[in-house]
């Protein structure tokens, strides 16, 4: 007895796919593995709405957040 099993291979279409991490986005999830992706993105790529964000949950001033974020 044999089995016929028909597979189809889709692909998720550019627009369906996840936005690739800026510079500084990328930066914040290395530094701080444990951040909440989907609140970073809303951040777009501005370091400074980022830092804000980051600053919730470290002791570190905004401005040294950004500094970090922003360094070649």
């Keep these: ?3 016929l099993v ?3 291979v889709r692909t998720r279409s ?13 930066r ?3 530094l701080w593995p444990r951040l909440n992706r989907r609140s970073l993105t809303r951040c777009g790529c ?3 709405r ?3 964000y980051v600053s919730r949950r470290t002791i570190l001033p905004k401005k040294a957040i950004e ?3 922003s360094q070649s």
């Design 14 to 26: 550019q627009a369906q796919r996840a936005p690739e991490p800026c510079l500084a986005q990328a």
């Design 6 to 8: 028909a597979v189809d």
């Design 67 to 69: 500094d970090l974020l």
């Design 1 to 3: 007895m044999a089995i």
């Design 46 to 48: 501005d370091p400074a």
């Design 50 to 52: 980022i830092a804000n």
């Design 28 to 30: 914040a999830m290395a």
